[in-house]
């Protein structure tokens, strides 16, 4: 959990060992097997076969990430949903997308129906709903 309030500044998250660690190694590995696949023209297959290797780890750790994030997303959906339909006795719009869904669910409890309303009428996009919120309810939880 973060020391300070989450706000519209600094609610996204960076995954140090993902976003650096995990893909800097892969870039690095990736850079290594280039270089040796043409500086020594005699093994050139066991350059490509690092390259390879690298590519495979970038794609692991995207799908895996995209994964995460897609569970995630659906949980959320569910969730606000549901937290819509306790403060109004009625599901969100199917206008409504689902970006939009999980950009509202930083609103508080108060805000929440009339910037439903408000997003529906105008198609807000998901930072103008984020931009729009008063009471900013954190989320710390986010993959």
Same mark, same amino acid.
């Given at each position: 959990?973060?020391?300070?309030?989450?706000?519209?500044?600094?609610?996204? *998250?960076?995954? %140090? +060992?993902?976003?650096?660690?995990?893909?800097?190694?892969?870039?690095?590995?990736? @850079?290594?097997? !280039?270089? =040796?696949?043409?500086?020594?023209?005699?093994?050139?297959?066991?350059?490509?076969?690092?390259?390879?290797?690298?590519?495979?780890?970038?794609?692991?750790?995207?799908?895996?990430?995209?994964?995460?994030?897609?569970?995630?997303?659906?949980?959320?959906?569910?969730?606000?949903?549901? *937290?819509?339909? %306790? +403060?109004?006795?009625?599901?969100?719009?199917?206008?409504?997308?689902?970006?939009? @869904?999980?950009? !509202?669910? =930083?609103?508080?409890?108060?805000?929440?129906?009339?910037?439903?309303?408000?997003?529906?009428?105008?198609?807000?996009?998901?930072?103008?709903?984020?931009?729009?919120?008063?009471?900013?309810?954190?989320?710390?939880?986010?993959?």
């Amino acid at each position: 959990m973060s020391k300070n309030p989450q706000n519209f500044s600094n609610h996204r *998250r960076v995954n %140090v +060992l993902h976003h650096f660690i995990g893909y800097g190694l892969a870039f690095a590995l990736g @850079i290594f097997g !280039l270089m =040796f696949a043409f500086n020594s023209p005699q093994h050139f297959k066991v350059g490509l076969l690092f390259g390879l290797t690298a590519f495979t780890f970038c794609i692991t750790l995207l799908s895996s990430r995209m994964g995460a994030l897609k569970a995630q997303d659906r949980a959320i959906h569910a969730e606000e949903n549901f *937290r819509f339909y %306790v +403060l109004t006795g009625k599901p969100y719009s199917k206008a409504l997308r689902l970006g939009q @869904i999980i950009a !509202l669910r =930083f609103a508080s409890d108060e805000e929440l129906p009339e910037l439903a309303k408000r997003t529906e009428d105008e198609n807000l996009s998901s930072t103008d709903i984020k931009k729009a919120i008063k009471n900013w309810q954190a989320d710390y939880h986010r993959v």
